[in-house]
Nanobody
């Protein structure tokens, strides 16, 4: 069982930055792929970034490439999302997710998800 808790959301002006953190419980997180999703009102959920459990493969949505960076610290059981040059269209609830243990084929199958943290970007 893995529990995920996001933090770091908030209100920021366009062009600003935020760093989201996702702290995971359990001893198996380091062997699971992780991802950040977002969902805005009236829109479908979007995968923003994904990182393999080995930390050697990273994928981004085209909408955030060059602005967002996903990373992980397995020693701290934490995955991060650094968001720079934020735009109003980045406003959404951001969720982190963890995949099946040992899963190493993209797109990853996510089986755990956190409660989410709100990110609001004002123009």
């Amino acid at each position: 069982q893995v529990q995920l808790a996001e933090s770091g959301g908030g209100l920021v002006q366009a062009g600003g930055s935020l760093r989201l953190s996702c702290a995971a419980s359990g001893r198996t997180f380091s062997s699971r792929a992780a991802g950040w999703f977002r969902q805005a009102p009236g829109k479908e959920r979007e995968l923003v970034g994904a990182i393999s459990w080995r930390d050697d493969r990273i994928h981004y949505a085209d909408s955030v490439k060059g602005r967002f960076t996903i990373s992980r610290d397995n020693g701290k059981n934490t995955v991060y999302l650094q968001m720079n040059s934020l735009k109003p269209e980045d406003t959404a609830v951001y969720y982190c997710a963890a995949g099946v243990q040992g899963g190493d084929v993209y797109p990853y199958e996510y089986i755990y998800r956190g409660q989410g943290t709100q990110v609001t970007v004002s123009s």
